[in-house]
């Protein structure tokens, strides 16, 4: 299991994700808008501007977009400094720009939300506080410092105090609002990214594993004649070698080398079958082989399987799918890791329906949290139970979520409750008072038609 913050799930790591050519691109954009509004004020409506200071402003952004157009390539992605110092400098260009054109008379302050957005969409939490107090510093102080708006008969564009006010406290309130907004939706479309990555790296490797377990069923099969034969002829070398004693030895370590090739390949195939058996299996060979890395672990795993009412009584046949196997086996692995004694898997079919139960007698999940249980990064039953008797790790919060993913694309749906009332003492509460977990498939989506055995085994043509 991963720790917390490692490798690529952290979701503290900003760095090179913003593409420099993102943020040129967007600067180009507001030159545009900048010389667009100072030629509309100047030509159409007269307005008397510093055009020098005015076109400087807008020049020095230019400059700004030319010089990393051609220095750096297309490609560079900005690390977390180099990101911060760009939005500065467009906050602190947009703040004398802004200075220069009648400060909070101009509309357009309003754009000074645009740094502080992008902040805090990308970039760490500490840059877009920082980035957030000077906008709201910038806009405070050219509230106050600024050059007057003039008409072009010398009078000054005024508004009143209770307007300028309630624009400059829109901003502040707009600044904050939409800072924490952009961050929180950037944060859970993050963490959800690097869930599903997790979610994906799990089922390669449970992928990978059943591929194995194939070839190492294959190899066994093919090397148990060789084998069988080496045995045989060593043995018969030991009886006729009786009256030379070293080449008689040599005979022996033969034969328990074979033994010994015999044994690892019996134990490297435990979880290789043939081909038809890897396709399907009964309900309770899949369960068991999900439970079976729990099922030493100081807690009793109990396993039951009955049919439902009306159903047949012989298990259904079911498809071995890695999905399916690692899904249960991380909610197998949870009630395990909860439970005070003892954990239940009970697996129930009928005509239509395939169900399966994870039970516990642990503590259950916290009643604040049971809503959000399946969702990336939430450790459901932390603050229930201390860490310290879980001594195997520190989970991520992303084993739920996992199983939840890999087993609805199954076609499974999932249900998550608790077996008693958080408040009743201990002694009031039944055996199987933890949490439950409930997993349904409708039975044609893991029971393939006409899959009613392993069939016999086809002949190996050679």
């Known amino acids: 299991m991963l720790s917390q913050g490692a490798g690529p799930f952290s979701r503290d790591t900003r760095s090179d994700w913003v593409r420099l050519r993102t943020l040129i691109l967007l600067r180009w954009m507001a030159i545009v808008g ?20 005015c076109y400087l402003a807008v020049g020095a952004s230019v400059t700004a977009n030319l010089v990393s157009a051609f220095v750096f390539p297309e490609s560079k992605r900005l690390s977390e400094t180099e990101a911060m110092l760009t939005l500065l400098f467009d906050l602190s260009q947009l703040s004398f720009l802004l200075y220069l054109t009648g400060g909070l008379a101009n509309p357009f302050a309003l754009l000074i939300l645009a740094p502080v957005t992008i902040s805090a969409s990308a970039l760490e939490l500490r840059t877009t506080l ?6 709201i510093i910038f806009i405070t102080l050219i509230a106050f410092v600024h050059v007057p708006l003039l008409y072009a008969d010398g009078s000054a564009l005024t508004v009143p105090v209770l307007f300028g006010f309630g624009f ?4 502040v309130i707009g600044i904050l609002f939409l800072g924490l907004y952009s961050r929180r939706v950037a944060t859970e479309i993050r963490s959800m990214s690097d869930a599903l990555l997790a979610t994906q790296m799990a089922l390669a490797r449970e992928q990978k594993l059943t591929d194995l377990g194939g070839v190492v069923a294959a190899a066994a099969h093919e090397l148990g004649t060789p084998l069988a034969t080496i ?16 080449l008689q030895d040599d005979a022996r370590l033969i034969r328990d080398q074979a033994n010994r090739c015999r044994d690892i390949l019996h134990s490297m195939g435990r979880a290789g079958k043939d081909d038809l058996h890897m396709r399907t299996v009964p309900l309770s060979m899949l369960v068991s082989e999900a439970a079976e890395p729990h099922q030493h672990r100081g807690k009793r795993l109990d396993l039951t399987f009955r049919p439902g009412e009306g159903a047949a009584e012989r298990q259904p046949n079911v498809r071995r799918r890695p999905e399916v196997i690692h899904g249960l086996r991380n909610l197998i692995q949870n009630a395990v890791d909860f439970a005070q004694t003892t954990a239940w898997v009970h697996g129930e079919w009928t005509g239509t329906k395939l169900t399966i139960r994870i039970m516990d007698d642990g503590e259950g999940f916290p009643s604040h949290v049971i809503g959000r249980i399946g969702d990336p990064f939430v450790r459901s039953r932390r603050s229930s139970q201390d860490l310290a008797r879980r001594p195997e790790y520190e989970g991520m919060g992303l084993g739920l979520f996992i199983a939840k993913t890999l087993l609805e694309r199954t076609g499974a749906e999932l249900t998550f409750a608790n077996g008693s009332d958080p408040f009743l003492s201990r002694e009031e509460r039944p055996q199987r008072s933890g949490a439950i977990v409930e997993v349904s498939w409708p039975l044609d989506r893991l029971v393939q038609n006409g899959d009613h055995g392993l069939g016999p085994n086809e002949p190996i043509e050679t």
Request: avoid cysteine; charged fraction near 15%; glycine fraction near 4%.
């Open 231 to 246: 045995k045989l002829v060593s043995a018969e070398m030991i009886d006729a070698l009786e009256d030379q004693p070293e």
């Open 168 to 171: 400059w406290l829109s901003i």
């Open 34 to 53: 900048q010389l667009a509004a100072i030629t509309v004020a100047d030509r159409y409506y007269n307005m008397q501007l510093p055009l020098g200071l």
């Open 130 to 135: 920082f980035l957030g107090s000077l906008s």
